[in-house]
């Protein structure tokens, strides 16, 4: 069971450049979302969503987009980027149950640096 | 609004208990979490509580819940090396967004 899987682990761009960030999970969950991890700041999350065809806008959208045309994927693009976007990126997925439905399943990361 | 308030650092000796505190805000809050985060690794949900409950124990850990001053906190006993992470406190409203509101976390170095 692979979970749920991102990649690259690692990127370097240089500013200016766009890039597609990628997230797939296999457990079926509705719920999908991609965070941004930065020291002292902890996660912050940029986009998530409830299932496909639907998205929404978290703390920092700017600067990123997303699309949920299947389950079981939710890519992140960089549409031009900047050095403030240098940070780990973290995708999560959550099952929608009703009543108890709040572990979020993370991915290992992606490490992006942006010169 | 929403916050989550940790402090940043924890240093214990090996042996020692560790005990990670979180204040949130708000009061509507029905479940609450602890994620650890290993390095290099994103964050596994290490355990959980509701509102309605005033304490959970799960073998060295135990979690401890003052509703009246929107206080969690997570007790580990008999800490480890491998206990080194960093530790995030999050809360959720289910009246609300499905997603939890997460803390900046808690560095925990345990030295031997």
């Known amino acids: 069971n692979a979970g749920v899987t991102q990649t690259p682990k690692f990127q370097v761009l240089k500013t200016g450049q766009s890039m597609t960030l990628q997230c797939a999970q296999d457990m079926n969950h509705e719920y999908m979302s991609w965070y941004r991890q930065d020291p002292g700041m902890g996660l912050r999350l940029i986009h998530y969503?409830?299932?496909?065809?639907?998205?929404d806008q978290g703390e920092v959208p700017n600067g990123y987009n997303v699309s949920r045309s299947t389950t079981e994927d939710f890519p992140l693009r960089l549409l031009s980027a900047a050095p403030s976007q240098t940070s780990v990126y973290f995708c999560a997925s959550s099952k929608k149950t009703g009543t108890w439905d709040g572990e979020l399943f993370f991915g290992e990361g992606s490490r992006l640096t942006v010169l | 609004g929403e916050d989550v308030e940790q402090s940043l650092f924890l240093s214990v000796r090996e042996g020692d208990s560790s005990v990670i505190n979180c204040t949130y805000t708000d009061s509507s809050s029905t479940y609450l979490y602890w994620y650890k985060q290993e390095p290099g690794a994103g964050l596994q949900l290490l355990t959980y509580i509701f509102s309605n409950m005033d304490m959970k124990q799960d073998q060295r850990l135990t979690v401890l819940l003052n509703k009246k001053d929107k206080h969690l906190s997570l007790r580990i006993a008999d800490t480890q090396t491998g206990d080194s992470a960093i530790y995030f406190c999050?809360?959720?409203?289910?009246?609300?967004?499905?997603?939890?509101?997460f803390g900046r976390g808690t560095s925990l170095i345990v030295h031997p």
């Open positions: 969503s409830v299932g496909a065809g639907i998205t």
């Open positions: 999050a809360e959720r409203n289910p009246g609300g967004s499905y997603i939890p509101t």
